[in-house]
């Protein structure tokens, strides 16, 4: 019998979260090297760490700190922005 631990599964759904939002954010030039230049990773570093629990925050934290890139990756994910939001929170914990 497998045990599952809720907060393990609320962090995987988080991350997957993150990382369907670091598609969007791929998918625009600018808007990557933005990513880029404000958490300080760098293509390798990012290939590299794409795993990372770090990684999946500091995606959300950057989409966070500037509304319209909050509410274009909701919007492209279908999804509250809140929900973004709220993965943030559940990877901090």
């Given at each position: 019998?497998?045990?599952?631990?809720?907060?393990?599964?609320?962090?995987?759904?988080?991350?997957?979260?993150?990382?369907?939002?670091?598609?969007?954010?791929?998918?625009?030039?600018?808007?990557?090297?933005?990513?880029?230049?404000?958490?300080?990773?760098?293509?390798?570093?990012?290939?590299?760490?794409?795993?990372?629990?770090?990684?999946?925050?500091?995606?959300?934290?950057?989409?966070?700190?500037h509304?319209?890139?909050?509410?274009?990756?909701?919007?492209?994910?279908?999804?509250?922005?809140?929900?973004?939001?709220?993965?943030?929170r559940?990877?901090?914990?």
């Amino acid at each position: 019998m497998t045990i599952i631990n809720p907060d393990e599964d609320s962090v995987k759904d988080a991350s997957a979260l993150a990382l369907a939002a670091l598609g969007w954010l791929l998918a625009d030039d600018r808007r990557a090297q933005r990513l880029l230049d404000l958490t300080g990773l760098t293509p390798d570093g990012l290939r590299e760490s794409i795993g990372e629990v770090s990684t999946h925050i500091a995606i959300l934290d950057f989409l966070a700190a500037h509304e319209p890139d909050l509410m274009g990756a909701a919007d492209a994910l279908e999804i509250a922005p809140e929900q973004l939001v709220a993965a943030r929170r559940e990877l901090r914990r």
